[in-house]
T-cell receptor, first 114, second 109 residues
Framework: EPEVTQTPSHQVTQMGQEVILRCVPI?????FYWYRQILGQKVEFLVS????????KSEIFDDQFSVERPDGSNFTLKIRSTKLEDSAMYFC????????????FGDGTRLSIL | RKEVEQDPGPFNVPEGATVAFNCTYS??????FFWYRQDCRKEPKLLMS???SGNEDGRFTAQLNRASQYISLLIRDSKLSDSATYLC??????????FGTGTRLKVLA
């Protein structure tokens, strides 16, 4: 079964540094998402991406965050200047269609900010 | 009112028991509904979509009540392997999916 893959599985970074989290969505999917989950808390929507632009973003997704689809396969989340509170699990997801399609999740990147 | 609400639990049930979870949502225009399960420190995995007429997949039954704005999940004949957190997810428009906080289930031997 096709999978969403994420790299790295664990990223440790000093506060203030930039990080790029990578995702390869399922190949024929068109809609891409990033979520985060702080330890012990709920999964929180960050951003959705379709047709090479952001479709919707949450309040969490401020100017420190950006997303990009640099080629036909990768979908990246960049955090420009990391803060301690950015420590979380970051999940990428994709769907094949709009609206009522279920999302398929990657196994996440654990981001630890020191 | 939270967009998607769930009782966090934990629900501790013996093997073989039937257990039900509810989830309420605030946006009456919500279009799609799902149940996911999440094991500790793992990614959410789709359990089932929820359709207007209700649907069943083996021991799992999901129902949607649009008038009261809630969805439910029923698990029959609980197994130890059902122990996990069950996440209610509501599609709010085309590009946004909102997660509930999740309900923890522990099935006891």
């Amino acid at each position: 079964e096709p999978e969403v893959t994420q790299t790295p599985s664990h990223q440790v970074t000093q506060m203030g540094q930039e990080v790029i989290l990578r995702c390869v969505p399922i190949s024929n999917h068109l809609y891409f998402y990033w979520y985060r989950q702080i330890l012990g808390q709920k999964v929180e929507f960050l951003v959705s991406f379709y047709n090479n632009e952001i479709s919707e973003k949450s309040e969490i997704f401020d100017d420190q965050f950006s997303v990009e689809r640099p080629d036909g396969s990768n979908f990246t989340l960049k955090i420009r200047s990391t803060k301690l509170e950015d420590s979380a699990m970051y999940f990428c997801a994709s769907t094949g269609g709009a609206g009522n399609q279920p999302q398929h999740f990657g196994d996440g990147t654990r981001l630890s900010i020191l | 009112r939270k967009e998607v609400e769930q009782d966090p639990g934990p629900f501790n049930v013996p093997e073989g028991a039937t257990v039900a979870f509810n989830c309420t949502y605030s946006n009456s225009a919500s279009q799609s509904f799902f149940w996911y399960r999440q094991d500790c420190r793992k990614e959410p995995k789709l359990l089932m979509s929820v359709y207007s007429s209700g649907n069943e997949d083996g021991r799992f039954t999901a129902q949607l009540n649009r008038a009261s704005q809630y969805i439910s999940l029923l698990i029959r004949d609980s197994k130890l392997s059902d122990s996990a957190t069950y996440l209610c997810v509501v599609g709010s428009g085309t590009y946004k999916y909102i997660f509930g906080t999740g309900t923890r289930l522990k099935v006891l031997a």
